[in-house]
């Protein structure tokens, strides 16, 4: 028995089957580029599903976790602490909004999202109470709790889970005219992904996001967009809406707000929607805790000063270019991206088998709804490597 095997009969002994992951085992990551336990060496284009942006075990960011977990980890919201204060402001000058709530988990900053969208559509749209609608996209991820899975249209996520909860409405993806016909009396917010990541990068037309911002400004409703995933530069804007200048009333950041190194996400709003909550309406233990906020500003500063937005938008133009010059297969039904967050759609559920014939060859990336592989390297990865790992997984993605 390898090593390899006996970790993963560890795993699966004694753990939950709520994953599938591939059968390697990894235990070391520098920038782009991860190890598994017997020493192969791969180029991550997967990026921890985009929280890595900043690279595996960035220097600067560790740093900044270490000498804070000397200090002071967590001091809970019931005092404050000398370092979420910081984090706030810089998420506030980052994205434009006047006011910042932490939280860890992405789930939980779209949780925290539902409920500011429905308060402030009792308080201050005068929707009579517990009627409160948001509409959402049809192929929607927005995590994993018992609300948002309620309101997915993947089965996968949702079955056995239910009932639902009440209060969604689902519209197709890209769509501007079914949504601005959805909206009604009681609609207090729409909830989109930019780009949807998860259903397979799917973009959705030029001027969707712009029309979408314009029928919820009409109808006064709240336009929130979940960035989780292509915020923070993955799509070679620091944000996804940038494309389109279609400012959301609600912005909700995860994932890549730590570069990897710790859980924090957060809700993004101006005075009027973030003023719904009041002492003792929402919360977290470890929401906006110092080391989480150590994380989050060495993060934010390695995205600017290294200029990943910028490199996100050139490296992808590459990545793109390439892949359309250089796949053939008719197997290949679409190349699509934005910056770094790039996909090859097949015809048929083969993308398992690709993935798998990627990581024998030392390109980790996943598969995604069984016909998408998703390739999103680290936003730091270096174009030699990249390349380097294109010529590796052309041929690959090409099913040659
Ligand atoms: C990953 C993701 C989430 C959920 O984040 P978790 O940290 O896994 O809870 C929500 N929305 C989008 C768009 C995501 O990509």
């Known amino acids: 028995m390898t090593r390899t095997d006996e970790l993963i009969a560890q795993a699966e002994r004694w753990g939950a089957h709520n994953y599938a992951p591939l059968e390697l085992v990894l235990t070391r990551g520098e920038g782009a580029h991860v190890w598994d336990v017997e020493g192969r060496r791969y180029v991550d284009l997967l990026s921890a599903y985009s929280a890595v942006g900043q690279g595996h075990c960035h220097p600067r960011i560790v740093g900044a976790l270490i000498e804070q977990a000397r200090r002071l980890t967590l001091s809970s919201r019931a005092f404050h602490n000398d370092r979420m204060g910081e984090m706030l402001e810089r998420l506030a000058g980052l994205t434009g909004f006047a006011k910042v709530l932490p939280m860890n988990t992405g789930a939980e900053a779209v949780e925290t999202a539902i409920k500011a969208m429905r308060r402030w559509g009792y308080e201050h749209k005068g929707v009579a109470d517990d009627t409160a609608e948001i ?9 994993r709790t ?46 989109l992904e930019p780009i949807q990541g998860e259903a397979g990068v799917i973009i959705p037309p030029d001027g969707y996001l712009t029309a979408a911002r ?139 088998d690709v993935a798998h014939a ?11 709804r069984g016909v998408t592989i998703r390739l999103m390297p680290p936003l730091v990865i270096d174009p030699a490597d990249l390349d380097a790992a294109l010529d590796v997984a052309i041929p690959v993605l090409d099913r040659r």
């Open 146 to 191: 018992t609300t948002i899975v309620g309101f997915s249209d993947e089965p996968a996520y949702r079955r056995g889970f239910g009932p639902p909860t009440p209060g969604f409405v689902r519209v197709p993806f890209g769509d501007a005219a079914a949504l601005a016909a959805a909206i009604g009396p009681r609609t207090v917010g729409v909830l």
């Open 358 to 368: 990627l990581a024998a060859a030392g390109v980790l990336a996943k598969e995604t």
């Open 135 to 143: 509409i959402v996209a049809a192929g929607n991820f927005h995590g």
């Open 214 to 352: 314009r029928a919820c400004a009409a109808a006064r409703v709240l336009l929130c967009l979940d960035e989780i995933q292509t915020g923070l530069g993955r799509t070679g804007a620091m944000f996804a809406w940038q494309h389109e200048g279609a400012r959301p009333d609600l912005l909700v950041l995860g994932k890549a707000l730590s570069g990897g190194v710790y859980p924090v996400s957060c809700l993004c709003a101006d005075d009027e929607v973030m003023g719904v909550f009041t002492p003792g309406s929402h919360g977290s233990t470890y929401g906006g805790n110092p080391l989480a906020a150590a994380a989050c500003v060495a993060a934010l500063d390695v995205i600017v000063d290294e200029g990943l937005v910028e490199r996100s938008a050139r490296l992808g133009a590459h990545v793109l270019a390439r892949l359309r010059a250089e796949l053939r297969s008719p197997e290949i039904a679409e190349v699509r991206g934005r910056g770094l967050m790039v996909a090859v759609e097949y015809r048929q559920p083969v993308a398992r």
